[in-house]
């Protein structure tokens, strides 16, 4: 019984009344409830020491890197509900634990993610892209909240430090630009050579703008800064 009121208010009740308010006033906590249900953004799970666990920031990669660990059956921790978006665990110190995760630049990953909610018809990104940046923290340094374990945190220095530095620790980061070539790499280390290509959830839309990729960085400077620092590039 206490199983199923969870359901029903999470995943039903909790998403119709979020749509309202985030109407109403210009909100985005209508999926909150339903990512509480689907265990979504979790930063309490424990691992064990022999597996890896995926740190899949939304709109990297990571339903077709997991498609890859499930195929070869990699020894990868699954989140319960086999979840797939949460950041590192506060239980499990990525200097201690065996952390892998996908790094797209910010502005494209920004930009794909306002796609995704156009077509999904997420209340806001009706109102426009800056008005999407102002109100879904999902598309604000979401790679700091991801690699610090922050969720839901407004990013600053210090959760910046803690995210880079947990970043550096990490067993594997695989660069979207290079994702066929990094996958194989990482694969080589299970003894799986010429592996199958997979790739999911590829969309199409229209090419960015100078002014809405300027408006992303504006609103992503401490995720520009990581990922700069990470690949030694230079988005300014």
Request: glycine residues 2%.
């Amino acid at each position: 019984m206490k199983r199923y009121f969870k359901k029903f208010l999470y995943k039903k009740i909790s998403p119709k009344i979020g749509r309202i308010l985030d109407r109403l006033f210009l909100t985005n906590i209508g999926k909150r409830g339903l990512n509480f249900y689907h265990n979504y953004q979790q930063n309490d799970y424990i691992f064990k020491k022999d597996e890896y666990c995926l740190i899949a920031v939304p709109k990297t990669g990571g339903w077709s890197f997991r498609i890859y660990t499930e195929k070869y059956k990699l020894p990868f921790y699954k989140f319960k509900k086999n979840a797939l978006h949460n950041p590192v665990s506060l239980n499990c110190s990525p200097e201690k634990f065996n952390y892998v995760t996908i790094l797209r630049n910010p502005i494209d990953r920004v930009y794909s993610h306002y796609h995704l909610s156009r077509r999904t018809n997420d209340i806001t990104s009706s109102w426009g892209l800056i008005n999407f940046l102002k109100i879904n923290s999902e598309v604000k340094n979401l790679y700091c909240q991801y690699y610090s374990g922050l969720i839901d945190e407004i990013v600053d220095e210090r959760i910046y430090n803690i995210a880079i530095k947990n970043l550096k620790n990490f067993k594997t980061i695989i660069d979207f630009e290079n994702y066929s070539r990094d996958i194989k790499f990482f694969l080589k280390e299970f003894k799986i050579e010429k592996p199958d290509e997979i790739h999911e959830n590829k969309n199409e839309y229209s090419p960015i703008s100078e002014e809405e990729a300027n408006a992303i960085k504006i609103y992503n400077y401490w995720d520009i800064k990581l990922y700069n620092e990470i690949f030694d590039k230079n988005i300014s």
